[in-house]
């Protein structure tokens, strides 16, 4: 049977051997400046998450079932979800157990597109600087979003978190009551680039491949 596309985590980024990651928000701006020396910067389009993901060392077998699966995303439209592995938990939580139970979902927003604060949290949680946030919204396609905390708080007793700001930027067409996902936050990401290593005796080693959000 076919597989549909985002691949879940489960069929895909949960299965990679990671060595080494790195991501981060494009940096969108270009820079002019003016006659009199003043450097002035403005924004191209959104601030979409990018990256590397470097493969360890493993047995012919298991990475041949990546190419394979490497090989589909390389396909025009193809698409996987996946998530930052060094902060799959928030700091305060890190095992995430504190939120078991817990729906959290977006309460306000604020007309900024930077703050925003979150209900149906534990009594007292603790949300801090470096934590990463996302939600979905959206129809046709399912749009997902990532963010990080820049300015965190505590949840107080009915379980709403002060004001927040994030970054980058909340985009347009989010709305109160969105469900909040702190534990494991996965963006639907494109692979724009693949390096499928080389293999010596049983083991293959090398592989990597870049990844870029899409919203679509």
Not at 61 to 85: C, H, N, R, T, V
Not at 104 to 121: F, Q, W, Y
Request: zero cysteines.
């Amino acid at each position: 049977m076919a597989l549909s596309f985002p691949l879940s985590t489960a069929q895909f980024f949960d299965l990679l051997p990671i060595r080494a990651f790195r991501m981060k928000p494009a940096d969108n701006r270009a820079f002019s400046e003016t006659g009199g020396g003043e450097l002035i910067a403005a924004g191209r389009g959104q601030r979409l998450w990018q990256g590397e993901v470097t493969l360890d060392l493993d047995i012919h077998a298991q990475i041949a079932g990546l190419d394979a699966k490497l090989s589909l995303l390389e396909e025009a439209g193809a698409s996987f979800l996946m998530y930052d592995p060094r902060k799959p938990f928030p700091a305060a939580d890190p095992d995430g157990s504190i939120l078991s139970g817990s729906s959290p979902v977006i309460a306000t927003l604020n007309a900024n597109n930077r703050e925003l604060t979150i209900s149906g949290l534990p009594a007292g949680y603790v949300l801090t600087e470096g934590d990463l946030i996302g939600w979905t919204y959206g129809a046709s396609p399912l749009r997902y979003t990532l963010h990080r905390i820049v300015t965190g708080g505590t949840a107080n007793g009915s379980g709403v978190s002060p004001s927040i700001e994030v970054s980058p930027f909340i985009p347009n067409g989010v709305s109160t009551g969105a469900a909040v996902s702190l534990i494991r936050p996965p963006i639907k990401a494109r692979l724009p680039q693949a390096d499928y290593g080389a293999g010596r005796s049983v083991i293959s080693e090398g592989g990597s491949f870049q990844f870029i959000q899409t919203r679509r």
